[in-house]
């Protein structure tokens, strides 16, 4: 028999039946046979790969089914629209980054971090072995390249200055998102702005020995790299299928853990352009940080003191206007979770 605690009891007998899911919960998440069936749109962030296979292995063993979700797993046409489709209503959920739900949200975006991914972040330095850049300082003199993104712009400026080295003395170049193929035809030294999981994986596998410096490790404030995030109307109306696609995420996330062909070989039907040894490569690379740090916090976890830390270098480099609001996330959806109205954000 399960126990429950005096305030558990004491809320089952002053609520309605109706209200139980979405007010008193345990950390158990037990759901008694199969809810009725209903339809949750999922916007990818890019295109389907490893980072997904959590996702990906959730879909195929019937993880969403057995929870009551018809997950309809969509792929944008352009990597900026996922937010926006969720502030419009045309996606219930959408995986996006921390630096961006934050900057949609000093814009006024109504949009809230339900649950981490990757919880730390993956973009890095890298430079191909020849360069013998294994240091900040060694980028004295040599040229960067990059995506054009502003908040990465200020990643170089900020892990440049912790070296002490000068920002003029190093070129920077946009190259877009062609970060690799810029690094092997030798127009640029080293690029910022590649996932050590993935485009590390990928140049190891090729055997051109990249040199790789994650981002936290040199003065940039960690951070969740992938996050799924929905608007707050969904929070606040539709919490039990956020809860429900949570529990599901992390049964398909277990099973990645256990067996990473269980979120590749559905990844592949999806996007069948995947090289199968590459994506199961990068699953391994990335499974520690599929999930949190510590144990004792529950799958998708969310940090309230690394993200205001990370807001608040957000804010003194100029890229968000006002602190972060403490609203900018909750970890209340999450397996293990109580369930309630309270919310664990930044206060």
């Not at 959590?54 to 057995?66: H, L, M, N, T, V």
């Not at 502003?150 to 190259?175: F, H, N, R």
């Not at 003194?316 to 369930?339: H, M, Q, V, W």
Request: net charge negative; proline share 7%; hydrophobic share 40%.
């Amino acid at each position: 028999m399960t126990r429950r605690s005096p305030a558990a009891l004491l809320c089952l007998l002053l609520l309605p039946v109706a209200l139980l899911l979405s007010a008193c919960g345990s950390k158990e998440d037990d759901i008694a046979g199969t809810p009725q069936t209903q339809k949750l749109t999922l916007m990818l962030d890019y295109f389907p790969n490893a980072d997904h296979a959590g996702i990906y292995a959730a879909q195929a063993s019937g993880a969403f089914a057995k929870v009551g979700l018809d997950v309809d797993i969509q792929t944008p046409s352009d990597p900026s629209a996922p937010l926006k489709l969720v502030e419009a209503g045309r996606a219930d959920l959408a995986i996006s980054y921390e630096p961006e739900l934050l900057l949609a949200r000093d814009k006024g975006a109504k949009l809230v971090a339900v649950g981490a991914i990757v919880n730390k972040p993956l973009t890095s330095l890298m430079a191909l072995g020849k360069e013998k850049i294994t240091r900040v300082e060694d980028l004295r003199g040599k040229t960067v390249g990059t995506a054009g993104i502003p908040y990465q712009a200020a990643y170089l400026k900020t892990i440049l200055e912790e070296a002490g080295v000068p920002p003029e003395d190093v070129k920077t170049v946009d190259v877009g998102f062609n970060l690799v193929p810029a690094m092997i035809s030798g127009k640029v030294d080293a690029t910022l702005g590649a996932f050590w999981n993935y485009e590390g994986t990928q140049l190891q596998r090729e055997k051109k020995d990249p040199d790789i410096i994650r981002m936290e490790t040199v003065g940039v404030p960690t951070y969740d790299e992938l996050v799924v995030v929905a608007s707050e109307e969904t929070t606040k109306d539709r919490g039990a299928l956020v809860r429900r696609f949570f529990q599901a995420l992390r049964q398909g996330t277990e099973q990645v853990r256990a067996d990473p062909a269980a979120g590749v070989t559905p990844l592949l039907k999806a996007n069948p352009d995947l090289d199968r040894g590459l994506q199961e490569a990068v699953v391994r690379k990335t499974l520690p940080v599929f999930f949190p740090a510590d144990d004792e916090d529950p799958f998708g976890y969310m940090d309230p003191s690394q993200w205001r830390a990370y807001g608040r270098w957000m804010l003194d480099r100029g890229l968000i206007t006002k602190e972060i609001d403490p609203t900018s996330l909750t970890n209340e959806f999450l397996p293990g979770a109580p369930i309630g109205n309270e919310r664990e954000g930044l206060d």
